[in-house]
């Protein structure tokens, strides 16, 4: 088969790197502007073809029903990106987050609707791991009562995308080309990750803020106006009559508080604790027999040939070729986005937004 990445940087080489696992041989062709780009990236999978334009290297060779093209430009070029594959008769990944805001996020959706053609998004990076899945096999279970609760909070001290991590890609920190801060770079995992585990059919965002903490490393030389801490008060409602589910969200790369990695769900019967982006830590179910709080580990079963970075191209490849597969595609890919949306709007209005989640397609398959 063969993969066409539009970007050469960074990410664009896990997605070479995880090409080489799929079960058949890949021919890679990349499109970049930039030549240092290029030759780094023709440097490290030497026998990939190189285009300075993706139009170019789209419009090289009629598509094939197999073609996979995916979009890893920062996000201002991922409606561009995006546009182009489809309209060459592709089937697109889009790397998160999926665009720069709702509009564009339902044009991508049209557009791909028009073609025929599947479109997917890299949020779903860290679903099918298998300690995200050990989580909703109990949930699943019963086990855990009437669910009522959950916390949800990721928070680094520094760790900001354009600073201390990957200080060369300084557009991480340009509200116009990266559309926001840490809520655009870490909100898709987030979002994609609580609507795989509760299954909403309604999200509220009942109030939400963001922040941007100050510290010596912020660069002077260059446009920085994105926020690097985020909360919101959420409301998950179920496709069933189960009762809502009020969610603590928060999500941080700079806080002068403490770091904290808590995912946690509480029900009438027994609670489940776990750290939803670190398949290392173990699952947690703490329930009461006798009056007595009792806490046990739950087994995720064995680890899979893949990693994290494998993912969003290995559920796609499944997806495209009709085999088990978690690619969120068609409606699906976006609900996620659409609640960052929703996040920042409140954020700003003090409002509160509403959310409709597409139904979930994939079927079942243990990845990680
Ligand atoms: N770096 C990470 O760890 C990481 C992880 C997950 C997802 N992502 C996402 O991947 C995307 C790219 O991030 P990155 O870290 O690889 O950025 P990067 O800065 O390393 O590379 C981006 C590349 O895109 C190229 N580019 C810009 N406009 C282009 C266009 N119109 N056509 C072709 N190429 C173009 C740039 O020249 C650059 O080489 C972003 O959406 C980001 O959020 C990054």
Same mark, same amino acid.
């Given at each position: 088969m063969r993969l066409y990445l539009i970007g050469a940087g960074v990410i664009a080489r896990t997605h070479a790197e995880a090409a080489a696992k799929l079960p058949q041989a890949v021919e890679l062709r990349v499109a970049d502007p930039n030549a240092e780009a290029l030759k780094s990236f023709l440097s490290s999978f030497p026998k990939s073809i190189t285009f300075a334009d993706a139009e170019q290297m789209l419009s090289s060779e009629p598509p094939l029903e197999d073609d996979i093209v995916i979009v890893a430009t920062p996000p201002f070029a991922h409606l561009e990106g995006t546009r182009l594959a489809l309209k060459s008769g592709r089937h697109t990944l889009c790397e998160k987050?999926?665009?720069?805001?709702d509009e564009e996020a339902e044009e991508m959706l049209l557009l791909a609707e028009a073609e025929g053609k599947l479109l997917g998004c890299c949020?779903?990076?860290?679903?099918?791991?298998l300690h995200n899945e050990a989580v909703k096999n109990v949930i699943r279970s019963g086990a855990l009562g009437d669910i009522y609760h959950a916390t949800f909070v990721n928070k680094w001290t520094r760790s900001r995308a354009?600073?201390?991590?990957? &200080?060369?890609?300084?557009?991480?920190?340009d509200k116009s080309k990266s559309g926001g801060g840490i809520l655009m770079d870490w909100g898709p995992y987030d979002f994609a990750t609580l609507i795989d585990v509760l299954d909403p059919a309604e999200i509220e965002v009942s109030s939400a803020w963001t922040a941007k903490p100050q510290t010596a490393?912020?660069?002077?030389?260059v446009v920085y106006n994105v926020e690097h801490h985020v909360g919101a008060q959420l409301t998950f409602r179920s496709r069933s009559n189960a009762r809502p589910i009020a969610i603590h969200y928060e999500r941080g790369t700079c806080t002068h508080g403490s770091e904290q990695f808590i995912g946690e769900i509480e029900g009438t019967l027994g609670a489940l604790r776990w750290t &939803?982006?670190?398949?290392r830590q173990p699952v947690f179910f703490r329930s009461d027999h006798d009056g007595v709080v009792v806490e046990e580990i739950v087994d995720p079963g064995p680890r899979g040939p893949y990693t994290v970075m494998d993912h969003p191209l290995i559920h796609f490849y499944n997806q495209v070729n009709a085999l088990p597969s978690h690619a969120n595609v068609g409606r699906r890919a976006v609900d996620h986005f659409l609640c960052i949306g929703a996040l920042y709007k409140c954020a700003d209005s003090g409002e509160k937004q509403l959310v409709t989640v597409a139904p979930a397609t994939d079927a079942r398959e243990a990845s990680e």
């Amino acid at each position: 088969m063969r993969l066409y990445l539009i970007g050469a940087g960074v990410i664009a080489r896990t997605h070479a790197e995880a090409a080489a696992k799929l079960p058949q041989a890949v021919e890679l062709r990349v499109a970049d502007p930039n030549a240092e780009a290029l030759k780094s990236f023709l440097s490290s999978f030497p026998k990939s073809i190189t285009f300075a334009d993706a139009e170019q290297m789209l419009s090289s060779e009629p598509p094939l029903e197999d073609d996979i093209v995916i979009v890893a430009t920062p996000p201002f070029a991922h409606l561009e990106g995006t546009r182009l594959a489809l309209k060459s008769g592709r089937h697109t990944l889009c790397e998160k987050p999926f665009a720069m805001n709702d509009e564009e996020a339902e044009e991508m959706l049209l557009l791909a609707e028009a073609e025929g053609k599947l479109l997917g998004c890299c949020s779903v990076r860290y679903k099918g791991m298998l300690h995200n899945e050990a989580v909703k096999n109990v949930i699943r279970s019963g086990a855990l009562g009437d669910i009522y609760h959950a916390t949800f909070v990721n928070k680094w001290t520094r760790s900001r995308a354009g600073i201390e991590y990957q &200080p060369a890609s300084r557009w991480f920190l340009d509200k116009s080309k990266s559309g926001g801060g840490i809520l655009m770079d870490w909100g898709p995992y987030d979002f994609a990750t609580l609507i795989d585990v509760l299954d909403p059919a309604e999200i509220e965002v009942s109030s939400a803020w963001t922040a941007k903490p100050q510290t010596a490393a912020d660069p002077q030389d260059v446009v920085y106006n994105v926020e690097h801490h985020v909360g919101a008060q959420l409301t998950f409602r179920s496709r069933s009559n189960a009762r809502p589910i009020a969610i603590h969200y928060e999500r941080g790369t700079c806080t002068h508080g403490s770091e904290q990695f808590i995912g946690e769900i509480e029900g009438t019967l027994g609670a489940l604790r776990w750290t &939803p982006f670190d398949s290392r830590q173990p699952v947690f179910f703490r329930s009461d027999h006798d009056g007595v709080v009792v806490e046990e580990i739950v087994d995720p079963g064995p680890r899979g040939p893949y990693t994290v970075m494998d993912h969003p191209l290995i559920h796609f490849y499944n997806q495209v070729n009709a085999l088990p597969s978690h690619a969120n595609v068609g409606r699906r890919a976006v609900d996620h986005f659409l609640c960052i949306g929703a996040l920042y709007k409140c954020a700003d209005s003090g409002e509160k937004q509403l959310v409709t989640v597409a139904p979930a397609t994939d079927a079942r398959e243990a990845s990680e």
